[in-house]
Antibody, heavy 116, light 100 residues
Framework: DVQLVESGGGLVKPGRSLRLSCVAS????????MNWVRQAPGKGLEWVST????????DYADSVKGRFTMSRDNAEKSLYLQMDSLRAEDTAVYYC?????????WGQGTLVTVSS | VLTQSPATLSLSPGERATLSCRAS??????VAWYQQKAGLAPRLLIY???SRATGTPDRFSGSGSGTDFTLTISSLQPEDFAVYYC?????FGPGTKVDI
């Protein structure tokens, strides 16, 4: 079965950094582009970033461009999101999601809370 | 931009639900629908406007092309009360909540 397991969330002060991880299993990780999608409390879904299969193409939402960095390690079947200069509005559950044009499998999410 | 209507749909088990998603410009048939229950991750239901994802019950059907898309639940089951999002590329609609 396809599984995606996120970790690394927590409470962080504004301006600080946090690194999220997502470990994949049950499929050939290197064959798929991957995404981060977030959901603020009580709100809808917001795409954050996408990385290609090899990692040579990465795209970001304007709301996080210049502050977040997505990467992957195909040997470790892992996905990462380095989040710097965090703001209160970054507070959300962050999901990793497998993509091939659509988000067909999702992890359970990890909560990031940015608050002083 | 994707808009969804209505924002909330209040129905009873056994009733038919019709959810709408409208795109600001033509997107062909590249629209997907997701179901999200409280506290859980979204789940893919429909892709390419009308194809059911693995495990999606046949009471769920999708239709549409261009700018107007519809998700229909033919007979609501108790487990279908949730929020439904449409999606095209990196854009999600605001969601429709189906509640009792």
């Amino acid at each position: 079965d396809v599984q995606l397991v996120e970790s690394g969330g927590g409470l962080v002060k504004p301006g600080r950094s946090l690194r999220l991880s997502c470990v994949a299993s049950g499929f050939s990780f290197s064959d798929y582009s991957m995404n981060w999608v977030r959901q603020a409390p009580g709100k809808g879904l917001e795409w954050v970033s996408t990385i290609s299969r090899t990692g040579n193409y990465i795209d970001y939402a304007d709301s996080v461009k210049g502050r977040f960095t997505m990467s992957r390690d195909n040997a470790e079947k892992s996905l990462y999101l380095q989040m710097d200069s965090l703001r209160a509005e970054d507070t959300a559950v962050y999901y990793c999601a497998r993509a091939g044009g659509l988000f067909d499998y999702w992890g359970q999410g990890t909560l990031v809370t940015v608050s002083s | 931009v994707l808009t969804q209507s209505p924002a909330t749909l209040s129905l009873s088990p056994g009733e038919r639900a019709t959810l709408s998603c409208r795109a600001s410009q033509s997107v062909g048939t590249y629209v997907a629908w997701y179901q999200q229950k409280a506290g859980l991750a979204p789940r893919l239901l429909i892709y390419d406007s009308s194809s059911r994802a693995t495990g999606t019950p046949d009471r769920f059907s999708g239709s549409g092309s261009g700018t107007d898309f519809t998700l229909t639940i033919s007979s609501l089951q108790p487990e279908d009360f949730a929020v439904y999002y449409c999606q095209q590329r990196n854009i999600f609609g605001p969601g429709t909540k189906v509640d009792i």
